[in-house]
């Protein structure tokens, strides 16, 4: 199997069978991102405890690369910091826009190397990029309500 069939399995995984798919009880934090482009949508929940997203789910719909990006996404932020999750967004970010190589991102974002090939299609970019900047929408509200 070569690298592209590994990495077109891993999106149809996420997509066929999504991680942490629902809502968080009673959440900290409840944001939702829309691509008006092609109807692709997301809700995040987030229960934030200690600065460490202690638990988070996402819901919506749309097509495969923008759900199985989410699902991706939800895995890896379990258990991290709000700095580290930003940070683990702004490197996941850079990779989609050509800034950085995949090379360069963190090692427990392996899963996520799978959504670099979405880079030859510009305008799926954005599918890939949801539910990661609707995190980022996340925190900064959060930010602003705990200050």
Excluded at 44 to 55: A, M, P, R
Excluded at 84 to 103: D, Y
Excluded at 130 to 139: E, V
Aim: hydrophobic share 40%; with cysteine.
């Amino acid at each position: 199997m070569g690298t592209d069939d590994l990495y077109r399995e891993v999106i149809l995984d996420h997509y066929r069978r999504p991680r942490n798919l629902g809502e968080v009880p009673d959440p900290t934090v409840k944001v939702q991102g829309v691509n008006p482009l092609c109807g692709d949508n997301i809700e995040l929940t987030f229960q934030i405890k200690n600065g460490v997203i202690e638990d988070i789910k996402m819901k919506g719909n749309g097509c495969s690369i923008s759900q199985s990006s989410a699902s991706m996404m939800t895995e890896l932020l379990k258990g991290k910091n709000l700095t580290e999750s930003a940070s683990l967004a702004s490197a996941f970010k850079k990779m989609m826009m050509s800034q950085v190589s995949a090379s360069e991102l963190p090692e427990d974002m392996e899963d996520l190397l799978a959504l670099e090939g979405v880079k030859k299609y510009p305008v799926r970019i954005k599918c890939a990029l949801l539910a990661w900047n609707t995190l980022l929408q996340g925190l900064v509200e959060y930010e602003a309500k705990v200050k």
